[in-house]
């Protein structure tokens, strides 16, 4: 079973930037493919970019595509979310997934999760 453990969140400026990550452990053989959720107060969570861990390849929500980029470093076992140009509405508790299926896609029945980190973004 792979283990997934976030970091990075915190609080922050409208504007500002911030870079999450996420180390998988344990049966990462199983790990095809990670990706970033959020869900802010109240509301249901959301999809925002997945990574296909053997070429990188990436899918992204089209409303946060440009600001958000997601990357992996193989070597450290470790998926990052750069953020740029923060706002309000992007306060969320942040969650890295996993899934052995090699498809990133918001679709897709990830079966391993992180217990999220907070990100608060201020006005």
Same mark, same amino acid.
């Given at each position: 079973?792979?283990?997934?453990?976030?970091?990075?969140?915190?609080?922050?400026?409208?504007?500002?930037s911030?870079?999450?990550?996420?180390?998988?452990? +344990?049966?990462?053989?199983?790990?095809y493919?990670?990706?970033?959720?959020?869900?802010?107060?109240?509301?249901?969570?959301?999809?925002i970019?997945?990574?296909?861990?053997?070429?990188? !390849?990436?899918?992204?929500?089209?409303?946060?595509? +440009?600001?958000?980029?997601?990357?992996?470093?193989?070597?450290? !076992?470790?998926? &990052?979310?750069?953020m !740029?140009s923060l706002k309000?509405?992007?306060?969320?508790? &942040?969650?890295c997934a996993?899934?052995?299926?090699?498809r990133?896609?918001?679709?897709?029945?990830?079966?391993?999760?992180?217990r999220?980190?907070?990100?608060?973004?201020?006005?």
């Amino acid at each position: 079973q792979v283990q997934l453990v976030e970091s990075g969140g915190g609080l922050v400026h409208a504007g500002d930037s911030l870079r999450l990550s996420c180390v998988a452990s +344990g049966r990462t053989f199983t790990k095809y493919a990670m990706a970033w959720f959020r869900q802010p107060p109240g509301k249901e969570r959301e999809f925002i970019a997945g990574i296909r861990w053997s070429d990188g !390849n990436t899918y992204y929500t089209d409303s946060l595509k +440009g600001r958000f980029t997601i990357s992996r470093d193989s070597a450290k !076992n470790t998926m &990052y979310l750069q953020m !740029n140009s923060l706002k309000p509405e992007d306060t969320a508790l &942040y969650y890295c997934a996993a899934t052995s299926t090699g498809r990133p896609r918001p679709d897709t029945p990830f079966g391993s999760w992180g217990r999220g980190t907070q990100v608060t973004v201020s006005s």
